[in-house]
């Protein structure tokens, strides 16, 4: 568990946040310039706050009013930068050993050939960083913060640096490390995907300010926090579990509180649990079934609230039996409709518009229902 | 050596020992003075700046007379260096190998600034995340990055000595086998009246030896470069 009560000023900017973030991954969204990295430097300890307090597991790490600011390397924090920060005179090795040398042999809860095996960096051992690529670069980065058998492990946009391609290859280890070794995760990200992606609950980071904490469904799905989120991204997180395929026709079948949904074939594994983004434009509503269409999900729902018309678009807030849809349509549909709160109604949604990148798997529940972690 | 005559040995020899302590002796200090140039910020560090370059500027004899002046047997620090310790600097090659290391500082200083200061902080910043102490990090991060810079300094350092001469004649003068060093033999042979053959040999020396000195230094700078990958 770590709490965060702190105040500091970088010139005219005001950074005042008031935090407490627990197991599993936690992303810190927001734009460039809301206080992100400011706020994980200062976890780290290598940025000072003016005022406040900092406790990691009940253990405090700064404390202003006692004068208490305990340096970076006692805080037990492990800390994964954007560009890797590998040291270029040590192999691969002996950068992953660097801060695990420092780690009292008792304390050592994280085995190195586990980190090796999970990241997938036996064969780089005996390299020097300047000839691995950017995405091997972040991996060594990662297990050597690892190693340290942190009590959290900060990642400041760790996958900012990288092409689609070599984010696809890293993003499942880091999925995999919190769960794997039991680590509580701080991810930094500017992200919506990556947030889909990792995190179980979400930070959003305004001008200095958090404007909203908790779960990330619950989060996307207010639409008061759509111009922070992304408008696009809003109400359109849901919790699926893949029931099967029907290659013949093409589909991947899933279900969610608000019953079966058929979405694009998709590489995924029966019985998985995954995170499903339905993007609002993608939306279309009915008052009643539509008879012979294309459109292959027609899930009854009911209008949850209508909201203003803003850029020339209406989001309308679906329950789809217990799940939060959105809606985005034109003025003119709203009017055509009479749509009220409480309205029952049918929501359209084509499986060819959710595509396998709108699917993340993602586990389903919890860090309590997470397996036991590998600790030897 | 039998191609050396004993006069050039000796020279020879003066001259590498006391390059070599000069640079050995100034190199700590000198990268401690680095440090600090590079990474601190404090008041009157403008002024310690230029106190450090002094003797880049100054003419050397002025350099040679301070040192006289003060480390002399009857400066004060030189009194108390000979009643505490038995340690005798004027007119001795130590003598000779301080005020090599007094001149040579300000180049050294700079070389290891410079390469300081290319260090990416980061990277310290990572090994404090990652359990290192201030001291730790600086010896097992900071340290083997700016190698490069502190072999620059030691050679520009070593160059600078050996070919010291204004400094060392006017505080430990000309002492064949203790303080005449090959500039200071090349001097003194040119002086003799048919010393030009001996002095041209002293001067093909001085040449070989810091040709020597630059190679070794550019061989030492491939490997450490290789060693960091770049």
Same mark, same amino acid.
């Given at each position: 568990?770590?709490?965060i009560?702190?105040?500091? @000023? ?16 936690t ?86 050939? =586990? ?26 980065a ?19 640096? +990288? ?15 919190? @769960? ?19 995190? =179980? ?10 404007? /909203? ?7 996307l *799905? ?13 109400? *359109?997180?849901?919790? *699926? ?11 991947? @079948? ?15 594994t029966p019985?998985q ?13 009915? +008052? ?11 899930l ?34 709203r ?8 309205q ?20 389903? /529940? ?8 590998r600790?030897? | ?10 020279? $020879?020899h ?10 050995? !002796? ?21 002024? &310690?700046?230029g106190?450090?370059?002094?003797p880049?500027? $100054?003419p ?10 003060? &480390? ?13 310790? !038995? ?13 090599s ?39 097992t ?9 502190v ?8 160059a ?29 042979l ?15 020396i001085s ?24």
């Amino acid at each position: 568990m770590l709490e965060i009560a702190v105040r500091r @000023r970088q010139g005219a900017f005001q950074l005042e946040v008031d935090l407490a973030t627990g197991a599993g991954v936690t992303a810190l969204f927001g734009p460039s310039g809301s206080g992100k990295t400011s706020l994980a430097n200062m976890v780290a300890g290598l940025a000072r706050p003016d005022q406040g307090r900092i406790t990691l597991d009940g253990r405090p790490l700064f404390d202003g009013a006692a004068r208490l600011d305990l340096p970076p390397e006692r805080r037990r924090i492990g800390y994964v930068f954007q560009e890797g920060r590998l040291f270029p005179h040590l192999s691969v090795r002996s950068n992953l050993i660097f801060g695990q040398r420092r780690v009292p042999a008792a304390e050592r809860a994280v085995p190195f050939d =586990d980190v090796v095996a999970v990241l997938g960096i036996e064969a780089l051992l005996e390299r020097r960083p300047a000839r691995l690529s950017g995405g091997e670069k972040q991996r060594v980065a990662i297990g050597r913060a690892l190693l340290t058998s942190p009590r959290l492990l900060l990642m400041d946009e760790p996958l900012a640096a +990288l092409d689609a391609a070599r984010k696809a290859e890293i993003l499942p280890f880091i999925a995999a490390l919190s @769960r794997h070794f039991a680590t509580p995760i701080l991810y930094v990200s500017h992200s919506m995907d990556e947030v889909l992606q990792l995190a =179980d609950s979400l930070v959003l980071l305004q001008n200095g300010q958090v404007a /909203a904490h908790g779960p990330v469904e619950e989060l996307l *799905a207010r639409p008061d926090l759509a111009p922070l989120t992304g408008r696009g991204h809003a109400g *359109a997180v849901l919790r *699926a579990t893949v029931t099967a395929h029907d290659d013949a026709a093409g589909v991947t @079948r899933l279900a969610f509180a608000g019953g079966p949904l058929l979405v694009a074939r998709a590489p995924l594994t029966p019985g998985q649990s995954v995170r499903v983004r339905i993007a609002a434009r993608d939306v279309s509503l009915a +008052l009643d079934p539509p008879g012979r269409v294309s459109i292959q999900n027609c899930l009854p729902a009911s209008v949850v609230r209508v909201g203003p018309a803003e850029d020339g678009l209406v989001d309308v807030l679906l329950d789809c039996g217990g799940a939060r849809l959105w809606s985005q349509i034109t003025p003119l549909a709203r009017d055509r409709l009479h749509l009220r709160p409480g309205q029952p109604l049918h929501a359209l949604i084509k499986a060819a518009t959710i595509a396998a990148g709108d699917i993340a798997a993602k586990e389903g /529940a919890m860090p309590c229902a997470s397996p036991s972690p590998r600790r030897t | 050596m039998p191609v050396l005559t004993p006069l050039e040995r000796e020279a $020879l020899h003066l001259s590498l020992l006391v390059s070599g302590w000069a640079v050995a !002796g100034s190199l700590p200090p000198g990268l401690l003075a680095a440090w600090v140039l590079a990474r601190l910020r404090f008041p009157g560090k403008t002024l &310690l700046d230029g106190l450090i370059h002094l003797p880049l500027v $100054l003419p050397p004899v002025v350099v040679g007379y301070a040192l006289l002046v003060l &480390l002399g047997l009857n400066g004060p620090i030189g009194a108390r260096l000979h009643a505490w310790f !038995g340690i005798t600097l004027a007119f001795t090659w130590k003598g000779a190998a301080v005020a090599s290391a007094v001149v040579a500082f300000p180049l050294m200083v700079r070389a290891m600034r410079l390469s300081l200061e290319s260090v990416d902080s980061g990277l310290e910043q990572a090994a404090r995340t990652l359990g290192c102490g201030p001291l730790r990090t600086f010896f097992t991060v900071t340290l083997p990055l700016v190698l490069p810079g502190v072999l620059t300094g030691a050679i520009l350092g070593f160059a600078r000595s050996l070919s010291e001469f204004g400094a060392t004649i006017t505080f430990v003068s000309d002492i064949p086998g203790e303080t005449r060093t090959l500039p200071i033999a090349l001097y003194a042979l040119i002086q003799t009246p048919d010393g030009d053959a001996a002095a041209a040999r002293l001067c093909v020396i001085s040449i070989v030896v810091a040709l020597a000195a630059l190679l070794a230094s550019d061989l030492l700078a491939r490997r450490l470069k290789r060693q960091l990958g770049g």
